[in-house]
């Protein structure tokens, strides 16, 4: 009996032992595949004015007409990154948007809004990825010819859905071509936060700063938040500038 009960004991441990091989296995192997929410600064020569740059993501849904109003009416150049999707059912944003290329450089944020990880069953934040890599690049690429069609410019930055790569998707991003758009401020948190929060997010803006918020939810309070703050902005003397006219360098 005691025999038997060591050899179960004796199983048992090598069975933890393996189990502890493999789950240090996956978790070097997780955390190489991590999807990382990549933040960037603008590149600035030391001697420039106070500079900092607004991004506006157009995810699938709506336009939000009464934010892009306001950064028209105050000159204010953004950069916004539209899906094919948005494209598709926003023709009145689209023609807005044409008709001011002046302010607004477009680019990529993908055809169908997946998230930059590769792999069957990976999601962030529940929203799928692509399968294989052949789906990250049609999600890329077809992003791009959409804008091409439809705004008749083309892009040269990328920013995937929920803001987050895995290393083989960014790699790809950057062999495709493009350019990966991170941020250093998140003003709107997916058009979430009410006007007195984004307001003071945007109290907090340096020189260098990127800006990330929504243009595709009217009925958030973006568009009231964001005018507060970025007319704050602009009484601080800062300048803006599309991500076109910017280099970027990581910030952490
Ligand atoms: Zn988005």
């Known amino acids: 009996m005691r025999l038997k009960a060591a050899s179960v004991g004796g199983c048992r441990l090598l069975r933890w032992l393996t ?4 789950v240090t296995a996956s978790t070097v192997a ?3 595949d991590r999807a990382v929410e990549i933040h960037d600064r603008l590149a600035l020569p030391a001697t420039s004015a106070k500079t900092v740059a607004l991004t506006l993501d157009a995810c699938t849904g709506r336009f939000d007409a009464e934010l892009v109003d306001f950064l028209i009416r105050n000159r204010i150049p953004a ?19 044409k008709a001011h290329l002046d302010l607004f450089d477009v680019e990529d944020h993908g055809e169908n809004h997946i998230p930059a990880v590769i ?11 692509s399968p294989d890599v ?26 995937a859905a929920t803001a987050r790569y895995d290393t083989q998707a960014e790699q790809e991003i950057h062999r495709l ?21 984004i307001e003071n997010r945007l109290k907090r803006i340096q020189s260098g700063d990127i800006i990330i918020a929504h243009m595709n939810k009217p009925s958030s309070d973006t568009a009231e938040g964001l005018s507060v703050g970025l007319i704050g902005l602009l009484k601080q003397g800062f300048v803006f500038v599309r991500l076109d006219q910017a280099k970027l360098m990581p910030s952490h």
């Open 79 to 97: 950069t916004l990154f539209v899906t094919k999707r948005w494209l598709e059912v926003n023709p009145a944003g689209v023609a807005v948007i």
């Open 177 to 197: 071509g493009y350019g990966i758009a991170g941020f250093s401020v998140n003003a709107d948190e997916g058009a979430t936060l009410h006007q007195t929060a």
């Open 30 to 32: 997780a955390a190489q």
């Open 119 to 129: 792999g069957v069953g990976r999601t962030v934040y529940g929203i799928p990825g």
């Open 19 to 22: 189990l502890g091989v493999l």
């Open 134 to 159: 052949v789906h990250l690049r049609k999600e890329v690429t077809e992003g791009a010819r959409a804008i091409e069609r439809y705004v008749g410019v083309s892009p040269h930055w990328y920013r």
